[in-house]
Protein backbone atom coordinates (compact mmCIF):
# COMPACT_ATOMS: atom_id res chain seq x y z
CA UNK A 1 0.00 0.00 0.00
CA UNK A 2 2.98 2.49 0.50
CA UNK A 3 3.89 1.82 -2.93
CA UNK A 4 0.22 2.86 -4.28
CA UNK A 5 0.81 6.25 -2.26
CA UNK A 6 3.85 6.78 -3.45
CA UNK A 7 2.76 5.78 -7.32
CA UNK A 8 -0.29 8.00 -6.28
CA UNK A 9 2.27 11.39 -5.27
CA UNK A 10 4.31 10.95 -8.06
CA UNK A 11 1.21 10.59 -10.61
CA UNK A 12 -0.05 14.11 -9.13
CA UNK A 13 2.65 15.93 -9.21
CA UNK A 14 4.14 15.74 -5.88
CA UNK A 15 7.70 14.47 -4.51
CA UNK A 16 8.48 13.10 -1.04
CA UNK A 17 10.89 14.66 1.25
CA UNK A 18 11.69 12.44 3.83
CA UNK A 19 9.94 9.55 1.82
CA UNK A 20 10.40 6.20 4.66
CA UNK A 21 8.26 8.78 7.17
CA UNK A 22 6.06 10.13 5.16
CA UNK A 23 4.72 7.23 3.62
CA UNK A 24 4.73 5.46 7.23
CA UNK A 25 2.41 8.30 8.18
CA UNK A 26 0.35 8.22 5.50
CA UNK A 27 -0.43 4.43 5.75
CA UNK A 28 -1.04 5.27 9.09
CA UNK A 29 -3.56 7.42 8.24
CA UNK A 30 -5.23 5.70 5.14
CA UNK A 31 -5.69 3.04 8.15
CA UNK A 32 -7.14 4.86 10.93
CA UNK A 33 -9.63 7.14 8.05
CA UNK A 34 -10.30 3.58 5.90
CA UNK A 35 -8.95 5.73 3.14
CA UNK A 36 -7.52 5.04 -0.79
CA UNK A 37 -4.34 5.91 -1.62
CA UNK A 38 -5.99 8.24 -4.66
CA UNK A 39 -8.49 9.85 -1.75
CA UNK A 40 -5.30 10.41 0.52
CA UNK A 41 -3.38 11.96 -2.20
CA UNK A 42 -6.68 14.53 -3.16
CA UNK A 43 -6.98 15.63 0.51
CA UNK A 44 -3.58 16.69 0.22
CA UNK A 45 -3.86 18.53 -2.81
CA UNK A 46 -6.48 20.26 -1.00
CA UNK A 47 -4.28 21.06 2.01
CA UNK A 48 -1.60 21.90 -0.65
CA UNK A 49 -3.41 24.96 -1.90
CA UNK A 50 -5.53 25.53 1.15
CA UNK A 51 -1.33 26.29 2.77
CA UNK A 52 -0.54 28.15 -0.79
CA UNK A 53 2.84 25.54 -0.28
CA UNK A 54 5.53 26.81 -2.79
CA UNK A 55 7.64 23.93 -3.63
CA UNK A 56 5.63 20.28 -5.03
CA UNK A 57 7.53 18.18 -2.49
CA UNK A 58 5.66 16.82 0.73
CA UNK A 59 7.33 18.40 3.51
CA UNK A 60 7.46 15.98 6.54
CA UNK A 61 6.80 19.02 9.02
CA UNK A 62 3.68 19.31 7.34
CA UNK A 63 2.65 16.22 8.32
CA UNK A 64 1.04 17.34 11.34
CA UNK A 65 -1.15 19.72 9.90
CA UNK A 66 -2.11 17.72 7.35
CA UNK A 67 -3.40 15.22 9.96
CA UNK A 68 -5.54 18.14 11.46
CA UNK A 69 -7.45 18.70 7.45
CA UNK A 70 -8.03 14.68 7.35
CA UNK A 71 -9.73 15.08 11.29
CA UNK A 72 -11.48 18.15 10.04
CA UNK A 73 -12.64 16.17 6.94
CA UNK A 74 -13.58 13.38 8.75
CA UNK A 75 -16.02 15.69 11.39
CA UNK A 76 -17.68 17.47 8.49
CA UNK A 77 -18.62 14.30 6.54
CA UNK A 78 -20.48 13.05 9.96
CA UNK A 79 -21.63 16.32 10.91
CA UNK A 80 -23.66 16.19 7.30
CA UNK A 81 -24.67 12.68 7.88
CA UNK A 82 -26.41 13.06 11.29
CA UNK A 83 -26.40 17.13 12.06
CA UNK A 84 -27.36 16.40 15.40
CA UNK A 85 -24.53 14.40 16.34
CA UNK A 86 -22.31 16.03 19.30
CA UNK A 87 -18.99 15.67 18.79
CA UNK A 88 -17.64 15.19 22.11
CA UNK A 89 -14.10 16.47 23.11
CA UNK A 90 -12.02 16.78 26.73
CA UNK A 91 -14.54 19.38 28.00
CA UNK A 92 -17.43 17.13 27.90
CA UNK A 93 -15.73 14.85 30.43
CA UNK A 94 -15.47 17.44 32.97
CA UNK A 95 -18.76 18.59 32.31
CA UNK A 96 -20.00 14.77 32.51
CA UNK A 97 -17.75 14.06 35.47
CA UNK A 98 -19.20 17.01 37.41
CA UNK A 99 -22.44 15.89 36.86
CA UNK A 100 -23.52 19.27 34.95
CA UNK A 101 -25.75 19.55 31.35
CA UNK A 102 -28.63 18.13 33.36
CA UNK A 103 -30.49 21.09 33.39
CA UNK A 104 -30.59 23.35 29.99
CA UNK A 105 -33.33 25.71 31.38
CA UNK A 106 -33.24 29.12 29.06
CA UNK A 107 -32.32 32.02 31.87
CA UNK A 108 -34.14 35.35 30.76
CA UNK A 109 -32.70 38.36 32.37
CA UNK A 110 -34.53 41.34 34.26
CA UNK A 111 -34.03 44.25 35.07
CA UNK A 112 -33.47 45.03 38.37
CA UNK A 113 -35.51 47.38 40.23
CA UNK A 114 -34.79 51.45 39.87
CA UNK A 115 -33.42 51.43 43.74
CA UNK A 116 -30.40 48.65 42.92
CA UNK A 117 -28.75 51.47 40.50
CA UNK A 118 -25.33 49.64 40.63
CA UNK A 119 -26.10 45.71 41.30
CA UNK A 120 -23.50 42.57 40.53
CA UNK A 121 -25.24 39.53 39.78
CA UNK A 122 -23.74 37.08 42.10
CA UNK A 123 -23.31 33.78 39.86
CA UNK A 124 -20.22 31.87 39.08
CA UNK A 125 -19.53 34.49 36.23
CA UNK A 126 -17.94 37.14 38.32
CA UNK A 127 -15.30 35.24 39.25
CA UNK A 128 -11.88 36.94 38.28
CA UNK A 129 -11.11 35.83 34.23
CA UNK A 130 -8.27 32.99 34.16
CA UNK A 131 -6.32 31.35 31.59
CA UNK A 132 -5.15 27.98 31.17
CA UNK A 133 -2.64 26.70 28.64
CA UNK A 134 -4.52 26.38 25.52
CA UNK A 135 -5.16 30.08 25.94
CA UNK A 136 -8.99 30.00 27.03
CA UNK A 137 -10.37 32.00 28.96
CA UNK A 138 -13.94 32.54 30.75
CA UNK A 139 -15.24 34.01 33.46
CA UNK A 140 -16.44 30.22 35.00
CA UNK A 141 -14.21 27.99 36.86
CA UNK A 142 -11.96 25.62 34.94
CA UNK A 143 -14.21 22.19 35.78
CA UNK A 144 -17.28 23.82 34.48
CA UNK A 145 -16.07 25.22 30.91
CA UNK A 146 -18.24 23.18 28.60
CA UNK A 147 -19.03 23.72 24.59
CA UNK A 148 -20.71 26.53 23.69
CA UNK A 149 -23.48 23.74 22.30
CA UNK A 150 -23.80 22.06 25.93
CA UNK A 151 -23.75 24.79 28.06
CA UNK A 152 -26.72 25.27 31.06
CA UNK A 153 -26.91 29.35 31.26
CA UNK A 154 -28.07 31.17 28.15
CA UNK A 155 -28.44 35.01 28.30
CA UNK A 156 -27.58 35.69 31.55
CA UNK A 157 -27.32 38.98 32.66
CA UNK A 158 -23.64 39.08 34.39
CA UNK A 159 -23.18 43.51 35.11
CA UNK A 160 -26.14 45.76 35.30
CA UNK A 161 -26.72 49.89 35.21
CA UNK A 162 -29.74 51.00 35.67
CA UNK A 163 -30.54 54.80 35.95
CA UNK A 164 -33.59 55.67 34.34
CA UNK A 165 -36.50 57.20 36.39
CA UNK A 166 -39.32 55.92 38.15
CA UNK A 167 -42.17 56.54 35.55
CA UNK A 168 -45.07 54.81 37.93
CA UNK A 169 -47.47 56.16 40.48
CA UNK A 170 -46.39 55.43 44.13
CA UNK A 171 -49.38 53.26 44.73
CA UNK A 172 -48.40 50.69 41.99
CA UNK A 173 -45.66 49.50 44.60
CA UNK A 174 -45.78 45.83 43.23
CA UNK A 175 -45.39 46.35 40.20
CA UNK A 176 -41.84 47.01 39.00
CA UNK A 177 -41.16 50.29 37.63
CA UNK A 178 -38.37 49.27 34.85
CA UNK A 179 -39.33 46.20 32.99
CA UNK A 180 -38.00 45.33 29.73
CA UNK A 181 -41.30 45.76 28.17
CA UNK A 182 -41.61 49.52 29.43
CA UNK A 183 -37.89 50.05 28.12
CA UNK A 184 -38.55 48.65 24.83
CA UNK A 185 -42.09 50.44 24.89
CA UNK A 186 -40.59 54.13 25.76
CA UNK A 187 -37.86 53.82 23.65
CA UNK A 188 -39.72 52.41 20.32
CA UNK A 189 -37.68 50.17 18.98
CA UNK A 190 -39.68 49.80 15.50
CA UNK A 191 -39.07 53.33 14.72
CA UNK A 192 -36.14 53.47 12.06
CA UNK A 193 -33.33 55.67 13.84
CA UNK A 194 -31.03 58.27 12.11
CA UNK A 195 -27.29 57.18 11.50
CA UNK A 196 -24.84 59.62 10.30
CA UNK A 197 -21.18 59.01 9.96
CA UNK A 198 -18.23 61.41 10.90
CA UNK A 199 -14.86 62.17 10.26
CA UNK A 200 -12.48 61.13 7.63
CA UNK A 201 -10.40 58.26 7.16
CA UNK A 202 -8.70 55.30 4.32
CA UNK A 203 -11.03 54.87 1.57
CA UNK A 204 -11.89 51.30 0.55
CA UNK A 205 -9.20 50.00 -1.60
CA UNK A 206 -6.12 52.49 -0.55
CA UNK A 207 -2.50 51.85 -0.79
CA UNK A 208 -0.73 51.37 2.52
CA UNK A 209 2.85 50.05 3.54
CA UNK A 210 4.25 53.78 2.40
CA UNK A 211 4.81 55.32 5.92
CA UNK A 212 7.28 57.65 6.43
CA UNK A 213 9.51 59.10 8.97
CA UNK A 214 8.24 62.27 7.53
CA UNK A 215 4.67 61.39 7.68
CA UNK A 216 5.24 59.55 11.89
CA UNK A 217 7.37 62.90 12.83
CA UNK A 218 4.34 65.41 11.43
CA UNK A 219 1.74 63.75 12.82
CA UNK A 220 3.42 63.71 16.67
CA UNK A 221 4.82 66.81 16.29
CA UNK A 222 1.41 68.37 14.90
CA UNK A 223 -0.24 66.28 18.30
CA UNK A 224 2.24 68.25 20.72
CA UNK A 225 1.38 71.64 18.77
CA UNK A 226 -2.66 70.95 18.45
CA UNK A 227 -2.20 70.55 22.19
CA UNK A 228 0.10 73.66 23.43
CA UNK A 229 -2.40 75.63 21.01
CA UNK A 230 -5.31 74.47 22.68
CA UNK A 231 -3.70 74.64 26.36
CA UNK A 232 -2.52 78.52 25.97
CA UNK A 233 -6.16 79.51 24.30
CA UNK A 234 -7.68 78.00 27.76
CA UNK A 235 -6.84 80.86 29.58
CA UNK A 236 -5.22 79.01 32.44
CA UNK A 237 -1.45 78.55 30.93
CA UNK A 238 0.97 80.34 30.06
CA UNK A 239 2.56 80.74 26.55
CA UNK A 240 5.07 77.20 26.37
CA UNK A 241 8.79 77.45 26.62
CA UNK A 242 11.63 75.36 25.76
CA UNK A 243 11.69 72.63 28.52
CA UNK A 244 15.56 71.74 28.02
CA UNK A 245 16.94 75.31 28.86
CA UNK A 246 18.78 75.63 32.50
CA UNK A 247 16.70 78.21 34.40
CA UNK A 248 15.76 79.37 38.19
CA UNK A 249 12.57 80.21 37.27
CA UNK A 250 9.31 78.51 36.56
CA UNK A 251 8.24 77.54 33.28
CA UNK A 252 5.31 75.87 31.59
CA UNK A 253 6.48 73.16 28.82
CA UNK A 254 4.13 70.90 26.47
CA UNK A 255 5.52 67.58 24.72
CA UNK A 256 5.22 64.24 24.65
CA UNK A 257 6.14 61.21 27.75
CA UNK A 258 9.14 59.40 26.21
CA UNK A 259 10.89 55.90 27.95
CA UNK A 260 14.87 56.31 27.52
CA UNK A 261 15.36 52.80 26.53
CA UNK A 262 12.91 49.66 26.03
CA UNK A 263 11.07 47.92 28.35
CA UNK A 264 8.38 49.75 30.89
CA UNK A 265 8.53 53.26 32.30
CA UNK A 266 9.77 54.07 36.24
CA UNK A 267 10.74 56.84 37.99
CA UNK A 268 14.01 56.78 35.95
CA UNK A 269 13.57 56.42 32.79
CA UNK A 270 10.65 59.40 32.14
CA UNK A 271 11.60 61.93 29.28
CA UNK A 272 9.78 65.14 28.01
CA UNK A 273 10.07 65.87 24.48
CA UNK A 274 8.75 69.26 23.33
CA UNK A 275 8.52 70.64 19.77
CA UNK A 276 10.39 71.54 17.37
CA UNK A 277 9.45 75.15 17.72
CA UNK A 278 10.30 75.49 21.03
CA UNK A 279 13.16 72.58 21.82
CA UNK A 280 13.65 71.81 18.81
CA UNK A 281 12.37 68.51 19.28
CA UNK A 282 14.92 67.71 22.24
CA UNK A 283 14.23 65.15 25.13
CA UNK A 284 14.94 66.30 28.59
CA UNK A 285 14.56 64.13 31.63
CA UNK A 286 11.56 64.30 33.67
CA UNK A 287 11.78 64.00 37.75
CA UNK A 288 8.13 63.58 39.08
CA UNK A 289 9.03 62.90 42.96
CA UNK A 290 7.39 66.09 43.86
CA UNK A 291 3.82 65.16 42.68
CA UNK A 292 1.90 63.34 44.59
CA UNK A 293 -0.73 61.27 42.01
CA UNK A 294 0.06 61.17 38.11
CA UNK A 295 -0.38 58.75 35.24
CA UNK A 296 1.49 58.64 32.44
CA UNK A 297 2.48 56.31 29.34
CA UNK A 298 4.50 56.76 26.08
CA UNK A 299 3.45 59.08 23.48
CA UNK A 300 0.84 60.89 26.16
CA UNK A 301 0.78 65.10 25.64
CA UNK A 302 1.20 67.05 28.71
CA UNK A 303 1.84 69.66 29.65
CA UNK A 304 4.47 70.89 32.31
CA UNK A 305 5.03 72.68 35.14
CA UNK A 306 8.75 72.92 36.78
CA UNK A 307 11.78 74.70 36.26
CA UNK A 308 15.10 72.93 34.94
CA UNK A 309 17.77 74.36 37.46
CA UNK A 310 20.45 72.29 35.39
CA UNK A 311 19.45 72.24 31.63
CA UNK A 312 19.27 68.60 32.16
CA UNK A 313 16.26 67.70 34.35
CA UNK A 314 13.08 69.45 34.64
CA UNK A 315 11.64 68.80 38.07
CA UNK A 316 7.61 69.23 37.56
CA UNK A 317 5.31 70.83 40.15
CA UNK A 318 2.33 69.98 38.14
CA UNK A 319 1.20 68.03 34.99
CA UNK A 320 -1.53 68.42 33.35
CA UNK A 321 -2.88 65.57 31.10
CA UNK A 322 -5.82 66.81 30.14
CA UNK A 323 -7.55 69.57 27.71
CA UNK A 324 -10.40 71.29 27.77
CA UNK A 325 -12.39 68.97 25.53
CA UNK A 326 -15.79 70.61 23.76
CA UNK A 327 -18.98 68.36 24.06
CA UNK A 328 -20.68 66.13 20.95
CA UNK A 329 -23.38 69.16 20.48
CA UNK A 330 -20.13 71.78 19.65
CA UNK A 331 -18.67 70.52 17.26
CA UNK A 332 -18.20 72.56 14.39
CA UNK A 333 -19.41 71.57 10.73
CA UNK A 334 -18.94 72.65 7.32
CA UNK A 335 -22.38 74.39 6.50
CA UNK A 336 -23.44 72.48 3.57
CA UNK A 337 -22.40 69.45 6.06
CA UNK A 338 -24.32 70.62 8.76
CA UNK A 339 -27.85 71.30 6.34
CA UNK A 340 -27.31 67.58 5.39
CA UNK A 341 -26.80 65.79 8.82
CA UNK A 342 -30.82 68.20 9.49
CA UNK A 343 -31.93 66.88 6.57
CA UNK A 344 -31.25 63.01 6.88
CA UNK A 345 -32.39 63.35 10.64
CA UNK A 346 -35.54 65.01 9.53
CA UNK A 347 -36.21 62.51 7.26
CA UNK A 348 -35.38 59.74 9.12
CA UNK A 349 -37.42 60.62 11.84
CA UNK A 350 -38.20 64.27 13.67
CA UNK A 351 -39.62 63.05 16.38
CA UNK A 352 -36.62 62.01 17.67
CA UNK A 353 -35.24 65.58 20.01
CA UNK A 354 -34.99 63.83 23.25
CA UNK A 355 -31.87 61.65 22.03
CA UNK A 356 -33.00 58.53 22.37
CA UNK A 357 -31.38 54.91 21.33
CA UNK A 358 -31.62 51.36 22.10
CA UNK A 359 -28.44 49.47 20.90
CA UNK A 360 -26.73 45.77 21.09
CA UNK A 361 -23.32 45.50 20.96
CA UNK A 362 -21.09 43.04 20.54
CA UNK A 363 -17.35 42.53 19.87
CA UNK A 364 -15.76 39.12 17.74
CA UNK A 365 -14.69 36.63 17.37
CA UNK A 366 -18.16 35.41 16.87
CA UNK A 367 -17.33 31.69 16.46
CA UNK A 368 -16.01 29.23 19.07
CA UNK A 369 -12.14 28.11 18.76
CA UNK A 370 -13.29 24.26 17.70
CA UNK A 371 -15.34 25.44 14.46
CA UNK A 372 -16.04 27.55 12.43
CA UNK A 373 -20.39 27.39 12.64
CA UNK A 374 -20.37 30.94 14.13
CA UNK A 375 -22.87 29.64 17.25
CA UNK A 376 -22.62 32.52 19.22
CA UNK A 377 -23.52 35.67 16.20
CA UNK A 378 -26.55 32.75 15.73
CA UNK A 379 -27.39 33.43 19.64
CA UNK A 380 -26.69 36.97 19.41
CA UNK A 381 -29.04 37.31 16.83
CA UNK A 382 -31.88 35.22 18.01
CA UNK A 383 -31.75 37.46 21.34
CA UNK A 384 -31.99 40.49 18.84
CA UNK A 385 -34.97 39.39 17.79
CA UNK A 386 -36.63 38.06 20.60
CA UNK A 387 -35.73 41.85 21.45
CA UNK A 388 -35.27 44.18 18.86
CA UNK A 389 -32.71 47.07 19.26
CA UNK A 390 -32.94 50.22 16.77
CA UNK A 391 -29.17 49.51 16.04
CA UNK A 392 -26.97 46.35 16.69
CA UNK A 393 -23.44 47.36 16.79
CA UNK A 394 -21.13 44.82 15.35
CA UNK A 395 -16.90 45.14 15.84
CA UNK A 396 -14.71 42.82 14.61
CA UNK A 397 -13.04 40.95 14.34
CA UNK A 398 -15.41 38.28 11.99
CA UNK A 399 -12.82 36.04 10.54
CA UNK A 400 -10.32 35.79 12.76
CA UNK A 401 -6.84 35.43 11.42
CA UNK A 402 -5.80 34.04 15.23
CA UNK A 403 -8.55 30.96 14.70
CA UNK A 404 -7.05 27.71 14.70
CA UNK A 405 -8.18 26.45 11.37
CA UNK A 406 -7.57 29.55 9.93
CA UNK A 407 -3.87 30.05 11.25
CA UNK A 408 -3.12 26.15 10.37
CA UNK A 409 -4.93 26.94 6.76
CA UNK A 410 -7.57 23.85 7.05
CA UNK A 411 -10.59 25.77 5.52
CA UNK A 412 -11.78 24.49 2.26
CA UNK A 413 -13.15 28.44 1.46
CA UNK A 414 -12.02 31.24 0.73
CA UNK A 415 -11.84 33.95 3.54
CA UNK A 416 -14.40 36.61 1.23
CA UNK A 417 -17.01 33.58 1.18
CA UNK A 418 -16.77 32.98 4.56
CA UNK A 419 -17.27 36.46 5.57
CA UNK A 420 -19.84 36.91 2.87
CA UNK A 421 -22.10 33.69 3.21
CA UNK A 422 -21.65 33.35 7.29
CA UNK A 423 -21.63 36.86 8.73
CA UNK A 424 -23.60 39.24 6.26
CA UNK A 425 -26.05 36.28 5.00
CA UNK A 426 -26.94 35.40 8.51
CA UNK A 427 -27.49 39.36 8.96
CA UNK A 428 -29.47 40.03 5.93
CA UNK A 429 -31.69 37.76 7.00
CA UNK A 430 -31.92 39.32 10.61
CA UNK A 431 -33.21 42.59 8.90
CA UNK A 432 -35.21 40.94 5.91
CA UNK A 433 -36.77 39.17 9.33
CA UNK A 434 -37.01 42.61 11.43
CA UNK A 435 -38.03 44.44 8.45
CA UNK A 436 -37.08 47.90 7.34
CA UNK A 437 -36.90 49.63 10.54
CA UNK A 438 -33.86 47.14 11.65
CA UNK A 439 -30.24 48.71 10.99
CA UNK A 440 -26.98 47.17 11.77
CA UNK A 441 -23.70 48.79 11.66
CA UNK A 442 -20.46 46.96 11.18
CA UNK A 443 -16.73 47.80 12.25
CA UNK A 444 -13.90 46.27 11.08
CA UNK A 445 -10.59 44.82 13.16
CA UNK A 446 -7.29 44.43 12.23
CA UNK A 447 -7.79 40.61 12.89
CA UNK A 448 -10.16 40.29 9.98
CA UNK A 449 -8.69 37.98 7.74
CA UNK A 450 -10.68 38.77 4.65
CA UNK A 451 -9.70 42.62 5.43
CA UNK A 452 -6.49 45.15 5.19
CA UNK A 453 -4.01 44.53 7.61
CA UNK A 454 -3.88 48.41 8.44
CA UNK A 455 -4.65 50.80 11.07
CA UNK A 456 -6.27 53.12 10.67
CA UNK A 457 -8.48 50.88 8.51
CA UNK A 458 -10.86 51.36 5.63
CA UNK A 459 -15.06 50.03 5.80
CA UNK A 460 -15.63 46.64 4.39
CA UNK A 461 -17.05 47.02 1.05
CA UNK A 462 -20.59 45.56 1.51
CA UNK A 463 -21.87 43.96 -1.87
CA UNK A 464 -26.10 43.58 -0.80
CA UNK A 465 -26.94 47.32 -2.68
CA UNK A 466 -30.34 46.59 -1.77
CA UNK A 467 -29.89 46.39 2.30
CA UNK A 468 -26.89 49.65 2.15
CA UNK A 469 -29.35 51.56 4.36
CA UNK A 470 -29.93 49.00 6.40
CA UNK A 471 -26.47 47.32 6.86
CA UNK A 472 -23.76 49.84 6.93
CA UNK A 473 -19.88 49.43 7.68
CA UNK A 474 -17.67 52.04 9.18
CA UNK A 475 -14.49 52.64 9.37
CA UNK A 476 -11.67 51.42 12.07
CA UNK A 477 -11.43 53.70 14.23
CA UNK A 478 -15.19 55.49 13.59
CA UNK A 479 -17.61 57.86 14.96
CA UNK A 480 -21.08 58.29 14.25
CA UNK A 481 -24.10 59.87 15.60
CA UNK A 482 -27.03 57.38 15.92
CA UNK A 483 -30.44 59.67 16.70
CA UNK A 484 -28.37 62.51 17.70
CA UNK A 485 -26.17 60.72 20.29
CA UNK A 486 -22.22 60.77 19.61
CA UNK A 487 -20.68 57.16 19.37
CA UNK A 488 -16.88 56.45 18.47
CA UNK A 489 -16.05 52.84 18.65
CA UNK A 490 -12.28 51.23 17.78
CA UNK A 491 -11.75 47.52 17.88
CA UNK A 492 -8.04 47.94 17.83
CA UNK A 493 -7.65 46.48 22.22
CA UNK A 494 -6.13 49.91 23.50
CA UNK A 495 -7.26 49.52 26.71
CA UNK A 496 -5.02 46.40 27.41
CA UNK A 497 -1.97 48.00 25.56
CA UNK A 498 -2.52 51.14 27.77
CA UNK A 499 -2.60 48.68 30.70
CA UNK A 500 0.85 47.42 29.94
CA UNK A 501 2.24 50.71 29.42
CA UNK A 502 1.19 52.65 31.68
CA UNK A 503 3.16 53.77 34.96
CA UNK A 504 0.60 55.56 37.76
CA UNK A 505 1.23 56.61 41.49
CA UNK A 506 -2.06 56.96 43.73
CA UNK A 507 -2.13 59.77 46.15
CA UNK A 508 -0.51 59.78 49.71
CA UNK A 509 -4.20 59.55 51.47
CA UNK A 510 -4.18 55.60 50.10
CA UNK A 511 -7.18 56.31 47.83
CA UNK A 512 -6.86 53.79 45.02
CA UNK A 513 -8.93 54.88 41.45
CA UNK A 514 -10.92 52.89 39.38
CA UNK A 515 -8.24 51.92 36.98
CA UNK A 516 -10.71 50.81 33.65
CA UNK A 517 -12.11 54.15 34.01
CA UNK A 518 -8.77 55.87 33.92
CA UNK A 519 -7.88 53.96 31.11
CA UNK A 520 -10.55 54.94 29.00
CA UNK A 521 -9.96 58.47 30.62
CA UNK A 522 -6.86 58.51 28.91
CA UNK A 523 -8.44 58.07 25.68
CA UNK A 524 -11.01 61.19 25.76
CA UNK A 525 -7.65 63.42 27.53
CA UNK A 526 -5.46 62.83 24.59
CA UNK A 527 -8.38 63.39 22.46
CA UNK A 528 -7.24 60.41 20.21
CA UNK A 529 -8.23 56.85 19.76
CA UNK A 530 -4.24 55.44 19.62
CA UNK A 531 -2.43 57.79 21.78
CA UNK A 532 -0.26 54.96 22.51
CA UNK A 533 3.30 55.75 20.79
CA UNK A 534 5.47 53.71 20.13
CA UNK A 535 2.48 51.34 19.06
CA UNK A 536 2.38 47.88 20.19
CA UNK A 537 4.26 45.20 18.13
CA UNK A 538 1.03 44.07 16.21
CA UNK A 539 -0.37 47.31 15.36
CA UNK A 540 0.29 48.63 11.76
CA UNK A 541 -0.16 52.09 12.49
CA UNK A 542 0.52 54.09 9.14
CA UNK A 543 0.49 57.40 9.53
CA UNK A 544 0.27 58.17 5.59
CA UNK A 545 -3.59 57.21 6.09
CA UNK A 546 -5.19 59.88 6.83
CA UNK A 547 -3.93 60.58 10.57
CA UNK A 548 -6.48 62.29 11.16
CA UNK A 549 -8.56 59.56 11.39
CA UNK A 550 -7.89 58.65 15.21
CA UNK A 551 -8.63 62.08 16.13
CA UNK A 552 -11.09 62.69 18.48
CA UNK A 553 -12.85 66.24 17.67
CA UNK A 554 -15.52 66.01 21.04
CA UNK A 555 -16.02 63.82 23.89
CA UNK A 556 -18.92 60.98 22.76
CA UNK A 557 -21.98 60.49 24.67
CA UNK A 558 -21.00 56.70 23.99
CA UNK A 559 -16.78 55.00 23.68
CA UNK A 560 -16.97 51.77 22.51
CA UNK A 561 -13.74 50.00 23.62
CA UNK A 562 -13.69 46.18 23.14
CA UNK A 563 -10.52 44.82 25.08
CA UNK A 564 -9.48 41.31 26.21
CA UNK A 565 -9.76 42.46 29.86
CA UNK A 566 -12.97 42.66 31.89
CA UNK A 567 -16.36 43.70 30.26
CA UNK A 568 -17.11 47.02 31.73
CA UNK A 569 -19.66 50.02 31.51
CA UNK A 570 -18.46 53.52 33.03
CA UNK A 571 -19.34 56.40 33.31
CA UNK A 572 -16.33 59.12 33.05
CA UNK A 573 -16.66 62.70 33.90
CA UNK A 574 -14.00 65.11 32.32
CA UNK A 575 -13.14 68.59 33.06
CA UNK A 576 -14.60 70.46 35.89
CA UNK A 577 -11.29 71.11 37.25
CA UNK A 578 -11.33 74.80 37.28
CA UNK A 579 -13.59 77.26 38.32
CA UNK A 580 -16.43 77.44 35.58
CA UNK A 581 -15.45 74.75 33.72
CA UNK A 582 -18.38 72.54 32.88
CA UNK A 583 -18.19 68.93 33.63
CA UNK A 584 -18.59 66.34 30.73
CA UNK A 585 -19.66 62.65 30.96
CA UNK A 586 -19.36 59.77 28.66
CA UNK A 587 -20.27 56.24 28.53
CA UNK A 588 -17.11 53.78 27.74
CA UNK A 589 -18.12 50.21 27.42
CA UNK A 590 -16.22 47.05 26.59
CA UNK A 591 -18.68 44.57 25.68
CA UNK A 592 -16.02 41.74 26.26
CA UNK A 593 -15.54 39.29 23.46
CA UNK A 594 -18.70 37.20 22.16
CA UNK A 595 -16.29 34.30 22.24
CA UNK A 596 -14.11 32.72 24.23
CA UNK A 597 -12.37 29.80 23.98
CA UNK A 598 -15.01 26.84 23.14
CA UNK A 599 -17.48 28.73 25.40
CA UNK A 600 -20.12 32.23 24.85
CA UNK A 601 -19.17 35.24 25.87
CA UNK A 602 -20.74 38.16 26.57
CA UNK A 603 -22.45 41.43 24.81
CA UNK A 604 -23.81 44.64 26.01
CA UNK A 605 -27.31 45.96 25.50
CA UNK A 606 -27.85 49.38 26.10
CA UNK A 607 -30.73 52.14 26.50
CA UNK A 608 -29.93 55.92 26.42
CA UNK A 609 -32.40 58.47 26.79
CA UNK A 610 -30.92 61.45 26.50
CA UNK A 611 -27.58 61.42 29.07
CA UNK A 612 -25.79 58.69 31.33
CA UNK A 613 -27.92 59.71 34.23
CA UNK A 614 -30.97 58.45 32.29
CA UNK A 615 -29.73 54.92 30.70
CA UNK A 616 -30.01 51.39 31.16
CA UNK A 617 -27.06 48.91 30.51
CA UNK A 618 -26.66 45.48 31.16
CA UNK A 619 -23.57 42.88 30.24
CA UNK A 620 -25.02 39.93 29.41
CA UNK A 621 -23.03 36.14 29.31
CA UNK A 622 -24.47 33.66 26.44
Same mark, same amino acid.
Request: proline share 6%.
Given at each position: ?20 ? *? ?107 ? &? ?43 ? %? ?6 ? *? ?18 ? &? ?51 ? *? ?11 ? *? ?76 ? &? ?18 ? &? ?13 ? %? ?137 ? %? ?100
Amino acid at each position: MEEEIKEEFIRSGFALDDEEE *ILKKCLTFCINYNLKPSDLVSSWEVYYLNRQLDESTVQNDEMDGFLLHLQNEQKEAIIKEEPNLHIYSIKDVDMILNDEGEDLKEVIPSTPPADNSLGFNSDSFDSTIK &TNGNGYSSGKPLNHVTPFGQRTDKFVVKFNINNLPDTKDAENDNI %HENTEDEI *IKRLQPNKKCSLVVHGSGPE &TGCLFMYDRIEDRFNALENRIKEHAATLLASGLYEEPTDPTAASQRNLFAVGM *ICCDGEGRLNDKS *ILLQSSVEHSGGQRVRLDTHNLSQFSVFPGQIVGVEGHNPSGHCLIASKLVDSVPLSPSSAVDLHPAKKQALDQEILL &TDSSYTNREISVLIASGPFT &TIDNLIFEPLIELLA %HARRKPPQLLILLGPFIDSEHPEIKKGTVKRSFDDIFRVEILGRLQDYVEYMGSDARVLLVPSIRDANHDYVFPQPAFEIQPSNLEHQITSLRNPGIFEANQVSVGCCSVDIIKQLSGEEMSRNPADGAVSDRMSRLAT %HILNQRSFYPLYPPAEDIPLDFSLSPEALHIPSVPDILILPSDMKYFIKVVSLGGRSEGEEQMKCICINPGRLAKGEGGGTFVELNYCGSPDKMNASVIGI
